[in-house]
């Protein structure tokens, strides 16, 4: 793919506001895929989470990148983290990475961008600074990963292709679009001019699960005939949330050791077998707040909490599962080092029941009514011009400030939304506040316009201002910011001419 071709591509796009786009940037949003069905449903192989167009992501993939992201936060937030409630989380962000990853290849390799063998070897040899060792590529160091990630050179050499052809997706894009002089001169004008925006934010999820009524209020409900269809018909709509999955209550200990050491795994076995000695007359948990080098579960006596299949790793959720209540299992090895688990407690699986939760539901449906009835009370007064801080606060919100920013910036602070983003364009000093109420997902957003300034740095002879000119740093984010935003065009287009589905029973186990 040469410039021409970035050139072609990017007429071929739709014209956007470029104006629109600096103000407010394009934020980054993953692609959510769950729910996605029809015809891909057909052609799942045993042990694939996905399919994309006719290639598979397996059950193997999506443990790798689980793996790979819950390493990334715990490196990220010093260890500190504890995922023992955020797995679902993580599994979820690591299969919209692969489908991602799956969809950018394919439409790369559609729009002719290949990468040869040479160029992977080159790669592997230069660029993964792992396999380095004192400068130079180290084979020892590259078969140890190989086994203990437990993939082969073939299937590692494919990663290591769909990463290289990402990174010379970005830059063609980026070399394709460098901003004009008029660009260049609009920027700097922008940012010398400054916004504050008082918002409210409210969530209509969080709203219908919070909410409380009386259990009069619930009666009177069920007893109403049309509410009660309504009742039954939102309890069958979320009847997996009512449902009671298998999960089991437990604590572990973890001494680890470096992947690919040798010497520091028998370190490790010997730590952890000489720990399970000691269990046979102390505490668990307090050994634990000793010894273990999870930091998340160590502060807790390496508590973990109730948490369902799927949550842990394979190796440690298989032991976990298995072991009787009470019972200190044998060290157990995973990709974080040696582990011994005791399990405290456990669930059994059981069947969402109407008549055990029917007063809860009965509370949703009564909550989804009077937020959308508040709601539209609220976009009433905002139409005609009236006070709405009632509707706010009854809504769970409350007025927040962005704070000043620049309209060069990728977007107002505090407000990472697109929809927001587009919406302050129709905001102004004479028309302070929006008039409507923005929705994404189960958000909802107000907006006023608090502060308005724009300062100039010079004045011609006639008096008109003069914008600061713009410095290196400034064109080189336009550029990537266009780059990106004509990235993400070009491959929502192929994703929208794509079949993607997701096996909800393996993601959602």
Known sequence: MSKSMADSLKKKLSTKNFTAMLVFGAIIV?????????????????????????SLISVADLAQEQQRLEQYYSSLFGGGMDFGNRRQEMQQQAIQQLVRGELIFQAARKSGIQVTDAEVRDYI???????????????EMYNRYIEFSRTSPGEFERKIRKEVVNLRLRRLFEAGLAPSQMEIEKLAELKNTKLNIQFAKFNRDEFVKTAKFTPAEE????????????????FETHKAEFAQKEEIHAQHILIAFKAGEADGE????????????????EDFGKVASQVSEDPGSKAKNGDLGFFPRGRMVPEFEKVAFASQVGKVSEPVKTNYGYHLIKVLEKKEAKDADFETNKRVVAGRVLAEDKFDKTLAELEKGLA???????????????????GSFDLSQEGAPQLNSPSVAAALKEISPKE????????????????????FSRSTAAATASGAPVAAPAVKGDTDAVRRQRAYSTFEEWLNQYRAKSDVYINQQVVNQ
């Open 266 to 281: 028998k370190v490790a076995l010997a730590k952890i077998t000489e720990i399970q000695r000691r269990l046979a007359s």
């Open 125 to 139: 040899v230069k660029e993964v600074p792992f396999f380095q060792e004192n400068g130079r590529f180290s084979r």
């Open 219 to 234: 009666d009177a409900a069920l007893a109403d005939a049309a509410l009660a269809e309504k009742i039954k018909t939102y």
């Open 432 to 451: 302070p506040v929006l008039k409507r109420v923005i929705r994404e997902g189960s958000d909802r957003y107000v907006l006023k316009m608090k502060d």
């Open 30 to 54: 993953v692609f959510v895929f769950f729910g996605f069905g029809g015809p891909g449903k057909s052609g799942m192989g045993v042990g694939s989470v996905a399919r994309v167009n006719n």
């Open 384 to 402: 005609d011009g009236g006070n709405v801080d009632a509707q706010i606060t009854a809504l769970g919100g409350n007025w927040q400030e962005t």
